[in-house]
């Protein structure tokens, strides 16, 4: 296999290369770059099998590099090697299709092993390109291709009527789809048209896009007609994308349903049928994709996606229940169902290096024998191992991040803040940042920052004659109409009314 090694430091070049060619003597290092420009020149010439790139470098650096190479080539393994352990960079190059990522200086096993994964990954790819069994693979589809939706499904999952309002004139039936867009550098032209021509027809939301991926929620229809023949809406729409653009998409759609807060099982449905869809077909339909397997199958993927929702959440007792309920589902040889346990621990581990715990560890300690029951107690024990991290990392960022958030919202609230500056600060997302504070406080985030700002606007009332107008500024309403029915509501009087007896007494 061929390697490219990208490293602006001519020190660190010579000692990974020893390092790597001492370890793994039938790598071929087929050139070294000192640029990301040069790592583009070098990897059309020779079109590697494996990269190493470095993230900091001079002019363009590695991730733009990587957006680069992986346009034209997806297939390229890339080890991202960086001296900078920060969560955003392993997000950016998470969503470039980099799956290692090395802090350096590296300890020799961690790189060995890193090494080690990579190859291993090849190896196996090629091997099943050379069988032709690179479409019998059905694990991790979900995981895989929709954990960049993540949030996306959470807000959905949780707030389904809130959506739903935005409009107001919608009603009937709706569902979920997951749209697959081809590979270019066109994603975003591309997805603002399928929005908009969406939009002529549907109510609807367009999620984030992830690696080409972005789901879609309509409520409701406009024209009912599009309901009784959405198989014709569907195939018209992806033709007319394709006169537009002269790429093809692929799109999977789940169930219909009458209800916002079902549009949830809408999109499960729509990501595993996203794992049945015909390219040449373009589409299918949650039912159609049920029927193209055996039941068994089918329930398969569907367990999957639960084990890795027990996960996400933390729970490992639901993971490993999950798991419990996946195993006799299993119909491969030994060998197989060896394989398999690797796979499903590699997918997990995608999960929890996602969320910023990069813990390796994972993906050690396996059986010595090739005996399946081992290799189940072993996938058993790291799938619980993981969701127990997860539990932990949210526990220990949720109580650090909720302390941090009040001292800042006591130290702002005569501000005009909003819930999302106050995420960005503990650099949590909005949705989770939302969630952990109700959880800890018992109370939303606009309560507690009325709650300051109100007992704030009744000490001024009492202990000062300034006018109401800038009392509501001083406590962080630009509006005092506004204050005044806020302060209402919560104290049963207006702030008027409160003053009167506070001053006569």
């Known amino acids: 296999m061929k390697w490219l090694m990208v490293e602006d430091e001519m020190i660190e070049r010579e000692g990974l290369k020893k390092m790597i060619t001492d370890q793994f003597p039938d790598l071929e290092l087929i050139g070294e770059a000192a640029s990301g420009k040069g790592a583009i020149h070098l990897a059309k010439e020779h079109n590697p099998d494996l990269i190493t790139m470095d993230i900091k470098m001079p002019g363009m650096d590695g991730i733009e590099a990587v957006k680069e190479i992986k346009a034209w080539n997806p297939d390229v393994e890339i080890i991202m090697m960086t001296a900078y352990d920060e969560f955003e960079y392993a997000r950016e190059v998470m969503r470039q299709g980099v799956q290692e990522y090395v802090l350096k200086p590296a300890k020799k096993a961690e790189l060995y092993a890193t090494f080690q994964r990579v190859l291993d990954g090849l190896e196996e790819k090629r091997q099943k390109e050379n069988q032709g069994q690179d479409k019998q693979a059905v694990l991790s589809l979900i995981q895989s291709n929709w954990m960049q939706a993540y949030f996306t499904e959470r807000v959905m999952e949780q707030y389904p009527e809130e959506l739903a309002s935005f409009f107001p004139e919608s009603s009937g039936t709706g569902c979920a789809m997951i749209v697959h867009l081809d590979e270019s550098q066109e994603h975003e032209e591309q997805q603002v048209w399928m929005k908009e021509e969406l939009e002529k027809s549907t109510y609807c939301l367009v999620g984030p896009i992830q690696s080409g991926h972005f789901p879609v929620w309509i409520f409701a229809f406009k024209d009912e007609e599009k309901v009784t023949n959405l198989s014709k809406w569907i195939r018209t729409t992806l033709q007319r994308f394709q006169s537009a653009f002269q790429k093809k998409i692929t799109i999977g759609v789940g169930n219909l349903y ?4 079902q549009l949830i099982h809408s999109y499960h449905e729509a990501v595993i049928a996203m794992a049945f869809v015909n390219l040449q077909k373009g589409y299918v339909l ?43 589902l299993l119909d491969e040889d030994d060998e197989g169902k060896i394989s398999y346990c690797k796979d499903l621990v590699h997918a997990v581990y995608g999960i929890i290096k996602e969320m910023g715990i990069a813990e390796q560890s994972l993906l050690r300690d396996f059986p010595e024998d090739t005996n399946p029951s081992d290799w189940r107690k072993w996938a058993v024990q790291k799938v619980a191992q993981a969701s127990d991290w997860i539990r932990s990392w949210k526990h220990v960022t949720s109580k650090d991040a909720i302390w941090e958030a009040e001292e800042w919202i006591k130290a702002h609230f005569e501000e005009p803040i909003t819930l999302e500056d106050v995420a960005e600060h503990v650099s949590l997302s909005p949705y989770y940042f939302s969630k952990i504070f109700k959880e800890r406080l018992n109370k939303s985030f606009v309560d507690y920052v009325t709650d300051l700002r109100v007992v ?14 800038e009392i509501s500024q001083l406590v962080g309403y630009k509006d005092p109409n506004y204050f005044s029915r806020v302060f209402k509501k919560r104290v049963g009087m207006t702030p008027s009314e409160y003053r009167v007896p506070s001053m006569n007494s």
Not at 456 to 465: C, P, Q
């Open 258 to 261: 009458n209800d916002p807060s």
């Open 286 to 328: 949650y039912e159609e994709a049920k029927s193209q397997l055996a039941p068994g199958a089918f329930n398969r993927v569907v367990q999957e996606k639960k084990i890795y929702e027990a996960v996400r959440s933390g729970d490992s007792d639901l993971a490993i229940h999950q798991f419990e309920q996946l195993w006799p």
């Open 456 to 469: 704030k606007a009744k000490e001024l009332l009492t202990t000062t004659d300034k006018p109401l107008k």
